[in-house]
């Protein structure tokens, strides 16, 4: 990897043996930033914090060896990316606003990509995890992650078939606590439908009725101008000597038709007399039609009054027009069939309810029996792990209870309560020594075999879900003496078989790494510059004597780092 800005590294290049590369340094110095920056390669969250004061954005690029047919070099590949010489090359900036890029394989790529790889490239064990492991939700999730598929299997169905019972629960609680409302709005529906089905409008019948009400109401006046407009374009049978458009049209076309062989121009404007003389001809007649059909009964006036008042009802209560209404009533026919299904649904939903909780029982039963039979392995393997760590005597079991709630699932002749895992909680015992009572690991454990009892869990998993790279993040704290020994000879154990990075503040532990780093702070007074160095042989000899007596230089210290370094040389 190359870090540059990131936190007090301003640029370091960090290359990580093959088996166990141990990283140290001194507090504050940035061993923490170098897990940071696997954590940032591999999607870790970009936070604008972890930009150098003063730089502009954080780099972190690395170099990752992966096979040709591993499921992270086929997902890469899927994503665009290429492979150089069987390697993945990442590379995850962030700028000091809190912005992040990331690229893969010489592509741009989400971040959320990293993260898919992650699973199968690097398990990072933290203090942070080792605390979390001490809740027994995440107890029951490393029970259930080291028993596989025997456990993820029923577990998969398990949830599914649990997440239908929510909803058809759900459903069927709406249904029964709502009935009188729902049935009051089945009321309301059928008595405004019925309204509707009587009255039998049309569409657009009132605006149909009120223009031919605007009508009627203003027969006389209507008629009369009718009448009047009529006499103006062809004159009036009792004035003979009366003056009337068409009279003076025809007039207007006579004194042209004279002369029009005289001037083309002419002849063209009484032609076009002559046609405004046929339109007065067919308006004037239109006109005496529309006096003669115009109907001034009262008694019709009165029906479409009648009829408006009838649609003004519906009109006031279903829709601003009489379409409106007729969509409501669509509407609303839908919904009380709907409503009137209820008693039908109810039924259903309630032996579909019967079923599911059925089918949840077999399934918590072939769940719990499952994890019993994974909890036995699980304790046995990290009861072996713990004599490897300085431990011998010590017991772990896992203990998987139940809560009897009368409104559970009847499982083993108990009715117990459940939930999206099933009906089991598990909690991590642990017995120190023969005769001591197991109790839960977070009570029973003193802080340096809760160390060693969490990393003995973490190289079970690293046996049962193996990644080409496990990263240990301080997993060493509170152990000491014989006992950090031992966990330094484990942990270089596990790296005959994977790659093995851990950063430490035990000289025991390092003293077993086949990589020793560590971690440089300088300072100018004002910039605080780190920087990630392999040591040589001698130049281990002196950090360790560090790490043992906090003087480089001391005889004591050199010799006893010498002593480790032989140590672990012979194992």
């Keep these: 990897m190359r870090i540059r800005s990131l936190g007090v590294i301003d640029d370091a290049v960090v290359e990580l043996s093959p088996g166990f590369t141990a990283v140290t340094g001194e507090t504050g110095a940035g061993k923490t930033m170098v897990v940071t920056s696997l954590g940032l390669l591999l999607g870790g969250r970009a936070d604008a914090a972890l930009v150098r004061t003063g730089a502009r954005a954080a780099v972190v690029e690395g170099r990752i060896t992966v096979g040709a047919d591993s499921a992270a070099a086929r997902r890469a590949e899927e994503a665009g990316a290429e492979l150089d010489d069987g390697a993945l090359l990442i590379s995850r900036t962030i700028s000091a606003e809190g912005r992040s890029r990331a690229h893969l394989g010489g592509r741009s790529v989400p971040v959320g990509l990293l993260g898919e790889l992650a699973d199968d490239l690097v398990a990072v064990h933290g203090q942070t995890d080792q605390q979390g492991l001490l ?21 998969k169905r398990y949830t599914a078939v649990y997440r239908r019972l929510r909803e058809v629960a759900s459903a069927l609680e709406e249904l029964t606590t709502l009935a009188r409302d729902r049935a009051q709005e089945a009321d309301l529906l059928r008595f405004g439908l019925e309204e509707v089905a009587a009255a039998e409008p049309r569409p657009g019948e009132d605006a149909e009725l009120a223009a031919e009400a605007e009508r009627l109401g203003h027969a006389e006046a209507l008629a009369s101008a009718a009448t009047t407009a009529h006499a103006a374009l062809l004159g009036n049978p009792e004035d003979p000597e009366g003056v009337d458009a068409n009279a003076l049209v025809a007039g207007a076309r006579r004194a ?50 009648e009829r408006r008042s009838v649609l003004a009802h519906l009109t006031r209560k279903y829709g601003q027009s009489i379409d ?24 259903e939903l309630a032996a579909e309810h019967d079923a599911l909780r059925a089918e949840l029982t077999g399934l918590a039963q072939e769940l719990g029996d499952a994890r019993a039979a994974a909890a036995e392995r699980f304790a046995a393997a990290v009861t072996a792990e713990l004599a490897e760590l300085a431990m011998p005597h010590a017991r772990v079991s896992v203990a998987i209870r139940r809560h009897d709630d009368p409104e559970g699932l009847e499982v083993d002749g108990r009715t117990v309560a459940f939930g999206p895992a099933g009906v089991d909680e598990v909690e991590l015992q642990l017995a120190p020594h023969p005769g001591a009572p197991p109790r839960p690991v977070a009570k ?12 003995a869990v973490e190289v079970v998993f690293a046996g049962s879900a193996p990644v080409p790279t496990y990263l240990f993040d301080e997993v060493d704290a509170g152990v000491g003496g014989k006992a950090a020994v031992e966990v330094g000879r484990r942990l270089a154990r596990l790296a005959r078989s994977a790659q093995v990075v851990v ?44 790490m043992l007596a906090g003087l480089e230089d001391s005889e004591l210290g050199r010799a006893h780092a010498e002593e480790l370094l032989e140590a672990a040389r012979s194992l």
């Design 324 to 347: 409106d209404v007729l969509a409501w009533a669509e509407t609303g026919a839908q919904r009380l069939a709907e409503l009137e299904g209820d008693d039908e649904r109810i039924g």
């Design 444 to 455: 029973g454990a003193s802080g340096g075999e809760l160390s060693r009892v969490m990393l």
């Design 135 to 155: 809740r027994p939700a995440r107890q029951r999730q490393a029970l259930d992650r080291y028993a596989g598929e025997a456990v993820a299997g029923p577990l």
């Design 256 to 305: 042209l038709d004279a002369v029009r062989g005289h001037d083309a121009s002419l002849a063209a404007l009484a032609d076009r007399l002559g046609e405004v003389g046929y339109l007065l001809a067919d308006v004037a007649g239109e006109l005496a039609g529309y006096a003669d059909d115009l109907d001034a009964d009262p008694l019709r006036l009165a029906a479409i009054e």
């Design 503 to 546: 950063v430490t503040h035990l000289p025991q532990v390092a003293a077993f790494a086949d990589r020793h780093l560590v971690v440089e702070k300088t300072s100018d007074g004002s910039v605080t510059r780190s920087g990630v160095k392999t040591l040589g042989d001698e130049e281990r000899v002196r950090e360790l004597s560090r």
